[in-house]
Every structure is written in structure tokens, then in C-alpha cells.
């Protein structure tokens, strides 16, 4: 199984960035996947869920309001789209995905740099 994220970069705060995530060589389905964000030294923080079958969505309250994930019209895709940056957002973003088993399948992660 394959995570890939893609879309991160450099933004001024009070920008946008959309982050892409593909998952591939399962043969399973995945019933949650998400995005989880860490900066160097402190806690790795949850940031976005959605679910396969109602798409039923959660937010960490840093974020509420000004992210959205959604999940793509192919199969095993998820997307966030971060408005409103603030420098506090900089960090890696690892996207993840939960199969049946409550296993996680995570990403490389994407650097997300906003410059205030």
C-alpha cells in the first residue's frame, strides 16, 4: 500500500493551499482517512477525518472553519483545503488511511510553510 500527499509549499499567512492524497496497491477498502500535522519537537496533532461511508467529517478546533477535507471522486482520494493560513499551521501534513482492521496506512508527509 502506497500514501502519497501532494500540494504542500510556501504561503503567506491568511492564503490558501489545497493538499492532494492517493492511496494505492490496496485491495481493501478504508473506512477513515485524514490528515494529521506535526511540528518539530511537539505532539502530532489530528487534524481532519472523513469517513468512506456517510463522509461524516471531524476537525480539530484549531481549525474548524477554515479547513475543509473532502474525499475525491476516485477511489481511496482525499483532499484538504487549508484557508485562512496562519503561521501556526506551518508544519509537516501526513495523510493517513484506516482499514477495517483499524490498521493506519500513513504518508511521507508534505511541508506546509506559512509566512507571516
Known amino acids: 500500500v502506497q500514501v502519497v500527499e501532494s500540494g504542500g509549499g510556501l504561503v503567506q499567512a491568511g492564503g490558501s493551499l489545497s493538499l492532494s492524497c492517493a492511496v494505492s496497491?490496496?485491495?481493501?477498502?478504508?473506512?477513515?482517512m485524514g490528515w494529521y500535522r506535526q511540528i518539530p519537537g511537539k505532539q502530532r496533532e489530528l487534524v481532519a477525518t472523513?469517513?468512506?461511508?456517510?463522509?461524516?467529517?471531524k476537525y480539530a478546533d484549531s481549525v474548524k472553519g477554515r479547513f475543509t477535507i473532502s474525499r475525491g471522486n476516485t477511489k481511496d482520494t482525499v483532499f484538504l483545503q487549508m484557508n485562512t493560513l496562519k503561521s501556526e499551521d506551518t508544519a509537516v501534513y501526513y495523510c493517513?488511511?484506516?482499514?477495517?482492521?483499524?490498521?493506519?496506512?500513513w504518508g511521507q508527509g508534505t511541508q506546509v510553510t506559512v509566512s507571516s
Open positions: 493517513f488511511a484506516e482499514d477495517r482492521w483499524q490498521i493506519q496506512w
Open positions: 496497491g490496496s485491495t481493501f477498502s478504508f473506512n477513515v
Open positions: 472523513i469517513t468512506s461511508g456517510s463522509g461524516s467529517t
